[in-house]
Structure formats: C-alpha cells, structure tokens
C-alpha cells in the first residue's frame, strides 16, 4: 500500500506542475548588512549529530562568511539553555547565547519569564499554529518520535515494545539519552514509557513512567549513564531511548560498527516537538534573526530533514513538491508515524513537572 506521505507527494507533484510555485521571501538586504556588521552568532546546546545541525550550521557559514558562528556547550540541556540567558543577561561577550533550541514545554515559560524576544520569519504562515506562539516569541522547528537505538553484537533479541525492556535478558543495557532532571530528550522518554504502559498523557504518564524506570532500575537493567553513540559502540548503554533522529544519524555515523538497528516502540508513540526562540539579551540580534531566516527557508528545513527530523514545514514543503523521495526513504516506515501522540503544551507541562520533581525520590538513579 502507497504510504499516505508518498499520496500527498505524488498529488503534490501533480499541483506543483498545474501551479506556478510562490517564491518564498528571502531575507531583507538591510537585515543581511545589520547581521554582518555584528560578526557573530552564539549558539548553544547543538551537537552536530543532532537532527543534521553539523550540516545546518556549516551551510550558514558557507552563505555568510562574515559572521562567526560561536558554538557554546553542544552537550547542554534545554534547561541548561534557558539558564545561559538568564546568567547572561548582563554580558554582552561571548558566553551569552544569542538562539535557543529546547523542547517545546520551554519556549512558553522563557517567553513568560521575559527571556526571549519575538521575532516571525517569512516562512511563518507554514508553521502550524498548534507548535507556536501567536507573537512570535518562540516557533516549533522540528519533531521525532521517542526510538530505541540497539547495539546488534550486544542485544540478541531486538526489543520492541516498551514491556521488553523489564525482561531480565536486557540486565545493565538500557539507557536514556540524557538527564532526567534537566534534559527534554530524557523527560519526554520517561513520558513515552508511561504512555506505553497505557497512561494518559500528562501527570499520569509521567508518574507511571518513573513507576517504570524504578522498576527497570530495581531489576538491575537501567544504566544511568547518558546514553549516544560512543557509549552505545563501547557497550556500556547497548540500548539507547533516544528521539529517532538521533538514533539514525547515531547508526549513520556508526557505520555498521558495530551493526544498530532502530526501533520505534509499537506503543507509546510519542512525537516531540523542539522549539526556537531568540534571546531578550542576544548580543547579536540581527544575527539571531537571519539565522531563524535560514533555518526556516527551504534549504534550512531540508537539512534538518537530512538529519532524520521531520521539520516544522513539512506538511506545506510536501504539497508543493519541495521534499525529494530520497530524503522520506531514509526515514522508519510512514506507518511508525501513523500511532504517535503529540502531547499538548499542558501535557508536556504536566509531564516535565512529574518527571524532574520525583525522579530522585522515585528511581533514584543519578544519571550523568
């Protein structure tokens, strides 16, 4: 059966040849003057094996040489993101984060907490409204689904579902991709394995989640090292819950050595949504901006899709036959896709609450 994803492409393509393409507004000159004179832009928390930014990033570079691209704490979490701007706010150097990139439950309390300024680029009409802020303060830029990356010459027998990790073949081989306490990937793996137990989203997956993971700890298979594809390749995590677009760019990067295979869990599918936002105290403000300008234009939206991620303008990108097949291919199964949830923002909310408050009295396991 033709996958719904490869319908819309084929009937896009068909409307792309009945219709002339609108050109997408590229970036004012004035902005792409003002961005140069400041020099420079300061991320932060980007690792370049994350959803394709290695690539997204040398792109912005090859297109403005002028500005040096200064690249803070690429292992950071999202709270340790929206902390920089805050013991920054009075720096104007370089350890002052000019963009954010964190899950989607940190865009709206930066934006209440006065830490980030708004600013729509000219794709914004193709960002759906569900992911976000009407003013502009913070935008979704990509999703995944919550996977498990396996280690072949380790795990016989690939896990599946959320249930198979309990069972004690996998005794010292799970692992979360971060921090519970602090890192969005992590939290939302312990909301995935509470909806896999048939939780609602919210307080009651998160609870039923650490429920879980205590449960994993107790029985000696949880492993509270941050899991990525050097603890996965020296078999210290052979089983790493990470989003899928970090697992397939782990395995692309790993090579075969040793062999990976990706698993999205056949329940509780949970899609993650991350969000940009740029700093209230960004240094380099016209930078900030053409860098949203770049990461939402065509090319920007297709290297994140070159990284595994599914961007923000996916579906609109699809219509207009802007996505080439090669690209969807390399993704798991459209079917994987068809069961995830995608929490709302009080769901998240909800979760992240549960999660960061009890892990320790919960499961108790430092994981660093």
Known sequence: MMSH???LLSLSTALAIALPSLALAEPSAELIEAAKKEGMLTTIALPHDWCGYGDVIA????????IQVNELNPDAGSADEVEAIKANKDNKGPQSPDVIDVGLSFGPSAKAEGLLQPYKVSTWDEIPDTIKDPEGFWYGDYYGVMSLLVNKDLVENTPKDWADLLKPEYAGQVALA?????SNQAILGVLAAGLGKGAKAGKEAGEAGL?????????GNFVPVIGKSGTLAQGSTPIV?????NALGWAKTLNGNPPTEVVVPATGVLAGVYVQGISAYAPHPNAAKLWM????????????LKGYCHPARFNAMAKAGKIPQDLIDALPPAESYEKAYFPTLEEVDANNAAVTGAWDSVVGANVQ
């Open 293 to 304: 300008e770049h990461l939402y234009s065509d090319e920007g939206q297709l290297g994140w």
């Open 178 to 182: 971060g921090d519970p306490r602090a």
């Open 5 to 7: 994803t490869k319908r």
């Open 211 to 219: 429920a879980y993971f205590a449960e994993m700890n107790k029985a």
């Open 241 to 245: 819950i990470a989003w899928d677009y």
């Open 59 to 66: 792109s912005f570079k090859a297109k403005y040489p002028e």
